[in-house]
């Protein structure tokens, strides 16, 4: 669902289109989510052929190559690997990889899906990043770590989420803050007024109602998912589906 506060980015989509259509010339953007893949759906429509490039298959972070002429996604994403063992220390956490990479500097549309398994993370982003991510990252957390570019990656890569349900007066932001932050309700207010609080990417101070595919994110807190509402409760309280990504 398109919200306001999504202007700045439909003011970069119309000039990438104009640059495509002028120039007759291959535009990519940054990586985009899941929520601003949907408004390039939109704004492309017929226009322009469109594909969009995460590194793998499952990629919900993705590129997005604009073309008058079909094209297969080739040489847009860099994929980066690391080794690590998980005997010494805590086992890294996909907030442990993106803090680090914030922390260098480096800007969140730069690189895509980060996957955190027991034995081996993957960065997915830009080619102009990977030199820098493998010289300035080498170690999270007390783990040192030395990343380096495949060509591709063999396995069934996604990234972990884990399902739960909350029950909520309403589809209220603030009632779902409070749920999702465990939490009251004035702090969750607090939360947005603070800018603490994301809905698809746009930060929000108001209350709104939120739909099925929303995405929440509270700082410090983690990043949500508005898979469905189950049902309701016998007093009459919504019962939702929530995915958090972990």
């Known amino acids: 669902m398109i919200r306001q506060g999504h202007e700045w980015f439909i003011a970069q989509i119309n000039d990438c289109i104009?640059?495509?259509e002028k120039r007759h010339q291959q535009v990519f953007t940054c990586f985009l989510t899941l929520a601003q893949q949907e408004i390039v759906k939109k704004m492309v429509g017929n226009r322009l052929f469109l594909i969009f490039d995460g590194?793998?298959?499952n990629a919900e972070r993705k590129i997005a190559v604009l073309s008058q002429y079909e094209q297969e996604p080739d040489g847009y994403v860099c994929v980066l690997r690391a080794?690590?063992?998980n005997r010494f220390g805590k086992k890294l956490s996909h907030k442990d990889l993106l803090g680090v990479l914030m922390h260098a500097g480096i800007e969140r549309d730069q690189i895509g899906d980060l996957i955190v398994q027991e034995d081996r993370l993957y960065i997915f982003c830009v080619p102009?990043?990977?030199d820098y991510i493998c010289a300035n990252?080498?170690?999270i957390g007390r783990h040192p770590v030395q990343f380096y570019e495949v060509d591709r990656v063999e396995e069934t890569l996604r990234v972990e989420r884990e399902q739960?349900?909350?029950n909520v007066t309403a589809l209220r932001l603030d009632a779902i803050v409070a749920a999702l932050a465990h939490c009251s309700r004035a702090k969750a207010k607090m939360l947005l007024k603070q800018g603490m609080v994301k809905v698809n990417d746009v930060v929000l101070d108001e209350n709104i109602q939120l739909c099925n595919n929303d995405f929440v994110s509270i700082r410090k807190v983690g990043r949500f998912h508005l898979i469905e509402e189950?049902?309701?409760t016998r007093k009459d309280r919504l019962v939702?589906?929530?995915e958090k990504y972990i």
Request: glycine share 8%; aromatic share 16%.
């Open 128 to 130: 102009a990043m990977s």
């Open 240 to 242: 939702l589906r929530f």
């Open 230 to 232: 189950v049902n309701k």
């Open 164 to 166: 739960f349900t909350i």
């Open 137 to 139: 990252v080498s170690m």
């Open 83 to 85: 080794d690590y063992d």
């Open 55 to 57: 590194g793998y298959d």
């Open 18 to 20: 104009g640059r495509c």
